[in-house]
């Protein structure tokens, strides 16, 4: 039972341009999202959150959005940049609920081409 | 460097034994979480310490302990190890007890691998 998932395994976009990743969860109690990325050989790194309380966050160059009704979040990467290029993983929490374990999508392979 | 560490880095040992897997919280987090990476299961949540106390459980085996020290640092005991117990373990850490929201930030992961 995937309570969050990522249906895109992958994605190729270029130097400058927007990457978007997408994440759906079907739990309702979840009301914390979070994005990692992760590079090989190396522990998730966390990029952004956003509370159920929003529909969108912004820090520097990543968006989150939020859409509750649709139980879908996405993360826009503006302009993307050969850095970029890593597994990103949407996870989401329901802290008041079961404490504080993150349920992970399985993540998106991000490829940035100079 | 999220500020979380886990030792060893690398680990090659045999089906049967028994290992013990280490993390060192961030400076100040109270709460411990260790996590499970296999190439077929993706990051699954194992379980959650707060202050020395047990908080949550995930689908941790019965052959999988762990326990979280005054000093706050955490193991994780495997035993009777099988080869499919080959995966990538994290620990991740966070201020408090997770009744709000709050962001775990990871350590750099043991790889384990069960010959």
């Known amino acids: 039972d995937q309570q969050v998932k990522q249906n895109s395994p992958s994605l190729s976009v270029q130097e400058g341009r927007i990457s978007i990743l997408n994440c759906d969860y079907t739990n309702s109690m979840f009301d914390y999202f979070l994005w990692y990325k992760k590079y090989p050989a190396e522990g998730p790194t966390f990029l952004i959150s956003?509370?159920?309380?929003?529909d969108k966050n912004e820090d520097g160059r990543f968006t989150v959005f939020l859409n509750k009704s649709a139980k879908h979040l996405s993360l826009h990467i503006v302009p993307s940049q050969p850095g970029d290029s890593a597994v990103y993983f949407c996870a989401a929490a329901a802290p008041r609920a079961a404490g504080n374990k993150l349920t992970f999508g399985g993540g998106t392979r991000v490829l940035v081409k100079p | 460097d999220s500020g979380v560490t886990q030792t060893p880095k690398h680990l090659i040992t045999a089906t049967g034994q028994r290992v013990t897997l280490r993390c060192s919280p961030r400076?100040?987090?109270?709460?411990v979480y260790w996590y499970q990476q296999s190439l077929d299961q993706g990051l699954q949540f194992l379980i959650q310490?707060?202050?020395?106390?047990?908080?949550a459980k995930g689908n941790i085996l019965e052959r999988f302990s762990a326990q979280q020290f005054p000093d706050l640092h955490s193991e994780l005991n495997l035993s009777s190890l099988e080869l499919g117990d080959s995966a990538l373990y994290f620990c991740?850490?966070?201020?408090?007890?997770?009744?709000?929201?709050?962001?775990?930030?990871f350590g750099p992961g043991t790889r384990l691998l069960v010959l």
């Open positions: 956003i509370s159920s309380i929003k």
């Open positions: 991740a850490s966070s201020v408090a007890s997770g009744t709000y929201q709050e962001t775990q930030y």
């Open positions: 400076s100040g987090d109270l709460s």
């Open positions: 310490y707060y202050n020395g106390e047990e908080r």
